[in-house]
């Protein structure tokens, strides 16, 4: 299995138990004018974090590998919008330039991350066989 099959996979499955962890951090990041028909935000945060620790966990599976590489990519699609609010709350709040800085390149790091997980997860799906 390659090691950058293993690496994402743990960085996944770490984000997704960090859900669980510090569930304020997520949640003080979710837009507001997420549908009030959605589940609360603490909802959603677990959600999303199981999501994640089980995508992680399924692309070390050949049987499971590409689905949960879709998987993850939808929810990395999905939550964007908490990433451009954690950027709009840093700049509204004075944060440090520093902050606001890393705030502003995660955003293009986030289809960079959706490219990963396709990459690597195709690459395990083809080293598997």
Do not use: K
Request: aromatic share 10%.
């Amino acid at each position: 299995m390659p090691a950058s099959l293993l690496v994402t996979a743990a960085l996944f499955v770490v984000a997704g138990v960090l859900h669980f962890v510090i569930p304020r951090t997520y949640v003080a990041i979710m837009p507001s004018w997420l549908p009030s028909w959605l589940p609360s935000p603490l909802t959603l945060v677990y959600v999303s974090g199981v999501f994640e620790a089980l995508g992680g966990v399924g692309l070390l599976l050949p049987a499971t590998r590409l689905a949960a590489a879709i998987g993850l990519i939808v929810l990395l699609a999905a939550v964007f919008p908490a990433n451009v609010e954690m950027l709009r709350q840093a700049q509204e709040r004075d944060a440090s330039a520093l902050f606001i800085a890393a705030c502003w390149i995660r955003l293009p790091l986030q289809p960079l991350l959706i490219w990963w997980v396709w990459r690597v997860a195709r690459a395990g799906h083809d080293l598997s066989r």
